[in-house]
């Protein structure tokens, strides 16, 4: 039986800091240089050789790179120096659809070539100097049932370490392919006629709507793959369900494509959790039996040295109302930690219990090695919507700080399980706002003040994890509960840096609400007692926002210590608006998901896209932007700004060809189609 771990964190004391004087101080000095030496040699730091060889850089899922080029001295003269269409000329053949809006696509870059999956499903091969098309991959068309769809976020890159065999990891459609990366070819003894179809190999039979956008993972000689099923609705209109498929994450083997395991995400039969899946009433059996999701919509994290990779699992069906599956609901909301060569447990951590907020967690863990009061720990930190950062030694799955089981409210709701108490982290603090009070809401004038108030008075509110309520339609009723952070975030896929050589977390977060109301379906094909209805942005005063600022922030945490260091405003915001103006303010940041680039001296963020987005009704001025910034990784200052074609819709990256640095972005707006842009120095 694998070792688990719970939410106990008894084992967890307060930790003293860091500070010496004298000798101690002196020796501290000579040992934290020495951790930094260390850290340049761990899982974290693999393939940052000038090269971006998997969505999140490594398998750490850094997102950071050593590259030094691009400085503070010189970041003003970026220029874009080529740009190319998320649907090449050359993958169209003739196809007329136009690129989408909001391409989520991060390149890999290998060999001085880019790969890119593309906005018709296909996967291509660029000159990374030039952006120019090496190879297409275009294979016959495949039947209806197994065509294409679109881009996913990324790809997954593998290569022999004894031969030159170097591969190209992909999903396209509902099939896992690998290609030749120097050819485009595929490989005709990889699964069947050289593709894998991921709707076979479920233990709950084959899964007909099986789709998912992240990337795939590359560790230890085995491709990680989650899934994104269809089927689970939630809302009131469509046919809500308490059953659901499943969200089980499963390896395959790089070479063959043979199914090597499979995890499932609701434990079945005598799996450790099913007792977590209780019987409701009513039902003649527990709910493990038929609840799905629970799935991994974003790509996974792995230390090749421990063998060991690191899922971010999300909500179970179905998000708002939970009466048809009582109990805690592990491993929804979970982080977990398998064996990657056998998918066998080793720990886990249950963020949420019970769900019903939709905090699932929407990013890559960032693994990385810190020191905490002189304790060196191969850490695992992972940041969740609800806008906590968890931090877990990644070997044993014990927290590096206490996390506390805290009261939260309960509610009202005919047939709802409550769970008593959800997991508070006591250290780092949390990067955005949590949960709404009166004090939150905008204040710029005593007007918009006293408007606030009024929106504010149509909604059930509290503390985080105030839960869903139902839709009360009389005068004077509440509209639901009004969320905060929403569904959205907090952090999202966007994620977060981490810079291996100081052990400083860097998190986007974008600061969202959501009114959420339950009422009884509609749909004839629903089973549900309850569902979702409303599911809206609460619009604040004048068309501004209905709480504070920052809307869009960067928040950096020194995960030696636990501390934030500094926080900045992401963009201008609404600081025009007609109503504040006169007032002069500062940033107020802009309030959509935003991925950041990590280099040796500075941050890069953009400011997301006003496309393709869940998002509010649009405020004044609208969300996203398209301003691309460099900031001081040390002080959250801006160092140099450049505006691009549209806002950035997916993760940058970096890297070198014949001794030049490049940026790649993928941008996009509400009126121009996404493309892949590179800037350079000149």
Same mark, same amino acid.
């Given at each position: 039986?694998?070792?688990?771990?719970?939410?106990?964190?008894?084992?967890?004391?307060?930790?003293?800091?860091?500070?010496?004087?004298?000798?101690?101080?002196?020796?501290?000095?000579? @040992?934290?240089?020495?951790?930094?030496?260390?850290?340049?040699?761990?899982?974290?730091?693999?393939?940052?050789?000038?090269?971006?060889?998997?969505?999140?850089?490594?398998?750490?899922?850094?997102?950071?790179?050593?590259?030094?080029?691009?400085?503070?001295?010189?970041?003003?003269?970026?220029?874009? *120096?080529?740009?190319?269409? +998320?649907?090449?000329?050359?993958?169209?053949?003739?196809?007329?659809?136009?690129?989408?809006?909001?391409?989520?696509?991060?390149?890999?870059?290998?060999?001085?070539?880019?790969?890119?999956?593309?906005?018709?499903?296909? @996967?291509?091969?660029?000159?990374?100097?030039?952006?120019?098309?090496?190879?297409?991959?275009?294979?016959?068309?495949?039947?209806?049932?197994?065509?294409?769809?679109?881009?996913?976020?990324?790809?997954?890159?593998?290569?022999?370490?004894?031969?030159?065999?170097?591969?190209?990891?992909?999903?396209?459609?509902?099939?896992?392919?690998?290609?030749?990366?120097?050819?485009?070819?595929?490989?005709?003894?990889?699964?069947?006629?050289?593709?894998?179809?991921?709707?076979?190999?479920?233990?709950?039979?084959?899964?007909?709507?099986?789709?998912?956008?992240?990337?795939?993972?590359? #560790?230890?000689?085995?491709?990680?793959?989650?899934?994104?099923?269809?089927?689970?609705? +939630?809302?009131?209109?469509?046919?809500?369900?308490? #059953? &659901?498929?499943?969200?089980?994450?499963?390896?395959?083997?790089?070479?063959?494509?043979?199914?090597?395991?499979?995890?499932?995400?609701?434990?079945?039969?005598?799996?450790?959790?099913?007792?977590?899946?209780?019987?409701?009433?009513?039902?003649?059996?527990?709910?493990?039996?038929?609840?799905?999701?629970?799935?991994?919509?974003?790509?996974?994290?792995?230390?090749?040295?421990?063998?060991?990779?690191?899922?971010?699992?999300?909500?179970?069906?179905?998000?708002?109302?939970?009466?048809?599956?009582?109990?805690?609901?592990?491993?929804?909301?979970?982080? *977990?930690?398998?064996?990657?060569?056998?998918?066998?447990?080793?720990?886990?951590?249950?963020?949420?219990?019970?769900?019903?907020?939709?905090?699932?967690?929407?990013?890559?863990?960032?693994?990385?090695?810190?020191?905490?009061?002189?304790?060196?720990?191969?850490? @695992?930190?992972?940041?969740?919507?609800?806008?906590?950062?968890?931090?877990?030694?990644?070997?044993?799955?014990?927290?590096?700080?206490?996390?506390?089981?805290?009261?939260?409210?309960?509610?009202? @709701?005919?047939?709802?399980?409550?769970?008593?108490?959800?997991?508070?982290?006591?250290?780092?603090?949390?990067?955005?706002?949590?949960?709404?009070?009166?004090?939150?809401?905008?204040?710029?004038?005593?007007?918009?003040?006293?408007?606030?108030?009024?929106?504010?008075?149509?909604?059930?509110?509290?503390?985080?994890?105030?839960?869903?309520?139902?839709?009360?339609?009389?005068?004077?009723?509440?509209?639901?509960? $009004?969320?905060?952070?929403?569904?959205?975030?907090?952090?999202?896929?966007?994620?977060?840096?981490?810079?291996?050589?100081?052990?400083?977390?860097?998190?986007?977060?974008?600061?969202?609400?959501?009114?959420?109301?339950?009422?009884?379906?509609?749909?004839?094909?629903?089973?549900?007692? $309850?569902?979702?209805?409303?599911?809206?942005?609460?619009?604040?005063?004048?068309?501004?926002?209905?709480?504070?600022?920052?809307?869009?922030?960067?928040?950096?945490?020194?995960?030696? +210590?636990?501390?934030?260091?500094?926080?900045?405003?992401?963009?201008?915001?609404?600081?025009?608006?007609?109503?504040?103006?006169?007032?002069? $303010?500062?940033?107020?940041?802009?309030?959509?998901?935003?991925?950041?680039?990590?280099?040796?001296?500075?941050?890069?963020?953009?400011?997301?896209?006003?496309?393709?987005?869940?998002?509010?009704?649009?405020?004044?001025?609208?969300?996203? &932007?398209?301003?691309?910034?460099?900031?001081?990784?040390?002080?959250?200052?801006?160092?140099?700004?450049?505006?691009?074609?549209?806002?950035?819709?997916?993760?940058?990256?970096?890297?070198?060809?014949?001794?030049?640095?490049?940026?790649?972005?993928?941008?996009?707006?509400?009126?121009?189609?996404?493309?892949?842009?590179?800037?350079?120095?000149?």
């Amino acid at each position: 039986m694998p070792t688990t771990h719970g939410l106990d964190s008894s084992c967890c004391t307060d930790r003293q800091g860091l500070a010496g004087s004298g000798r101690t101080g002196r020796a501290m000095v000579v @040992v934290l240089a020495t951790v930094c030496v260390v850290l340049m040699a761990t899982p974290a730091a693999e393939a940052q050789d000038g090269e971006w060889r998997a969505y999140g850089a490594d398998t750490a899922s850094t997102k950071y790179s050593p590259l030094d080029q691009i400085t503070r001295d010189n970041v003003d003269d970026l220029r874009i *120096v080529w740009r190319q269409s +998320t649907i090449p000329d050359e993958v169209r053949q003739g196809n007329t659809m136009r690129a989408p809006v909001a391409s989520q696509n991060a390149p890999l870059m290998v060999g001085g070539r880019l790969y890119v999956s593309t906005g018709l499903g296909a @996967v291509a091969a660029l000159d990374a100097t030039t952006g120019a098309v090496d190879w297409v991959d275009q294979p016959p068309r495949e039947e209806p049932s197994r065509r294409r769809g679109g881009a996913t976020r990324g790809l997954g890159y593998w290569n022999d370490p004894d031969g030159d065999d170097e591969r190209i990891i992909a999903l396209i459609g509902a099939s896992l392919v690998a290609l030749n990366a120097q050819t485009g070819e595929r490989y005709p003894d990889f699964g069947e006629a050289g593709e894998v179809d991921l709707r076979q190999g479920f233990d709950r039979g084959p899964v007909e709507g099986f789709r998912w956008q992240s990337a795939p993972l590359v #560790a230890n000689d085995v491709i990680i793959v989650g899934s994104f099923v269809a089927g689970d609705y +939630t809302n009131a209109s469509m046919p809500a369900t308490k #059953a &659901g498929v499943p969200g089980d994450v499963r390896g395959f083997d790089v070479r063959t494509g043979e199914q090597l395991w499979i995890f499932h995400t609701v434990p079945q039969n005598e799996e450790p959790g099913t007792e977590t899946w209780l019987t409701p009433v009513n039902e003649d059996r527990p709910s493990w039996e038929y609840t799905g999701a629970a799935n991994m919509w974003s790509t996974p994290s792995a230390d090749e040295e421990l063998g060991y990779v690191y899922l971010p699992l999300t909500s179970a069906t179905n998000d708002y109302y939970g009466g048809h599956r009582p109990g805690g609901n592990l491993f929804a909301e979970t982080l *977990v930690c398998l064996d990657t060569k056998t998918g066998e447990l080793v720990w886990h951590f249950q963020a949420v219990h019970h769900g019903l907020w939709d905090y699932d967690f929407p990013a890559a863990p960032n693994l990385v090695d810190i020191t905490v009061d002189g304790r060196p720990i191969k850490a @695992v930190a992972i940041v969740s919507k609800q806008a906590f950062t968890y931090v877990f030694d990644r070997a044993t799955g014990e927290p590096v700080w206490p996390i506390e089981e805290r009261p939260v409210p309960s509610g009202d @709701v005919p047939g709802e399980w409550y769970a008593p108490t959800q997991p508070f982290p006591t250290r780092p603090e949390p990067f955005d706002t949590q949960g709404v009070s009166v004090d939150d809401l905008i204040d710029f004038t005593p007007e918009l003040r006293q408007e606030a108030l009024e929106i504010l008075s149509n909604y059930v509110y509290g503390p985080i994890f105030t839960p869903p309520t139902l839709i009360d339609d009389r005068p004077g009723g509440k509209k639901g509960t $009004l969320q905060m952070p929403g569904t959205s975030g907090g952090a999202n896929w966007s994620g977060a840096a981490m810079d291996p050589e100081t052990g400083i977390l860097y998190i986007t977060s974008h600061h969202s609400q959501v009114f959420v109301g339950l009422v009884e379906p509609d749909h004839p094909r629903s089973d549900v007692t $309850l569902a979702r209805k409303e599911y809206k942005f609460a619009q604040g005063p004048q068309g501004l926002p209905l709480f504070k600022p920052p809307y869009g922030r960067i928040v950096a945490i020194d995960l030696n +210590t636990g501390e934030t260091l500094w926080t900045a405003a992401n963009g201008d915001g609404p600081r025009d608006h007609p109503a504040i103006r006169h007032l002069n $303010l500062p940033p107020l940041g802009q309030g959509y998901k935003a991925s950041p680039l990590l280099t040796k001296s500075l941050l890069f963020v953009g400011e997301g896209a006003r496309a393709g987005a869940v998002a509010p009704p649009l405020l004044w001025g609208g969300i996203g &932007g398209k301003m691309f910034r460099a900031y001081d990784k040390a002080t959250g200052e801006v160092v140099g700004e450049l505006e691009l074609p549209g806002g950035t819709t997916a993760a940058p990256i970096t890297y070198t060809v014949d001794g030049k640095q490049y940026i790649v972005v993928t941008v996009g707006w509400e009126d121009m189609p996404s493309e892949y842009v590179a800037l350079a120095l000149p």
